[in-house]
């Protein structure tokens, strides 16, 4: 069974600083990751969609890498601002599951301060 | 404006009472899907429908019942049979179910069993 683990579960750092997050996976056999963000009482906002061929996406400061064969992701995020203060989580797609399942971790809680 | 609208955005309910769930959306998207996320959780897979006037059971489906009548709506009911309702409430939609598209979520509805 699939399990997806995102350490730390919050993080907290100065505005400016570079930062990363970890998404791992105990199946390689997926076929895709999802890096989303959630406000406090929010939706999930995508940020960014890795297929299982790709090695990273980027899109403005967000950069997430994938390396299937170590069940890790990361989610890069450069020069940090307090508007980036969310939480974080990652899904991925497994072979072999139902047409809709998404497989979530809990989430990384990220504060920047100004 | 684009996107998936749930209401309400807060509900209440009485212990033994039935209550429904609207998740509409104008993305013009085949599938749709209901998670349900508790704090310090990853989201889960309660019900999805691929398309119209099909629905498939998620990994948490007791005590849930839905309906897919139309393309652009996907209602969940919470019924009096799910032991612990109190959460929050997710509808997302992709534009054909499967592992290479990205869903998109909606505001979500917090429910609260009083």
């Known amino acids: 069974k699939q399990e997806v683990t995102q350490i730390p579960a919050a993080l907290s750092v100065p505005e400016g600083e570079n930062l990363v997050l970890n998404c791992s996976f105990t199946?390689?056999?997926?076929?895709?990751l999802q890096w989303f963000r959630q406000d406090p009482g929010k939706g999930l906002t995508s940020l960014l969609l890795?297929?299982?061929?790709?090695r990273e996406q980027t899109s403005g400061r967000l950069n997430a890498s994938l390396d299937k064969s170590s069940g890790r992701s990361t989610l890069y995020i450069a020069a940090s601002q307090p508007g980036d203060s969310a939480t974080y989580l990652c899904?991925?797609?497994?072979?072999?599951?139902?047409?809709?399942?998404?497989?979530f971790g809990k989430g990384t809680k990220l504060s920047v301060k100004p | 404006d684009g996107g998936i609208t749930q209401s309400p955005k807060y509900l209440f309910r009485k212990e033994g009472q039935n209550v429904t769930l609207s998740c509409e959306q104008n993305l013009n998207h085949d599938a749709m899907y209901w998670y349900r996320q508790d704090p310090g959780q990853g989201l889960r897979l309660i019900y999805y429908s691929q398309i119209v006037n099909d629905f498939q059971k998620g990994d948490i489906a007791e005590g849930y019942s839905v309906s897919r009548e139309k393309k652009e709506s996907f209602p969940l009911t919470v019924t009096s049979a799910q032991k612990n309702p109190t959460a929050f409430y997710l509808c997302?939609?992709?534009?054909?179910?499967?592992?290479?598209?990205?869903?998109?979520f909606g505001p979500g509805t917090r429910l609260t069993v009083l």
């Open positions: 997302a939609s992709s534009i054909v179910a499967g592992s290479d598209n990205e869903q998109f």
């Open positions: 890795i297929q299982s061929s790709q």
């Open positions: 899904a991925v797609w497994n072979y072999g599951g139902s047409q809709g399942n998404l497989i």
């Open positions: 199946d390689s056999a997926i076929y895709n």
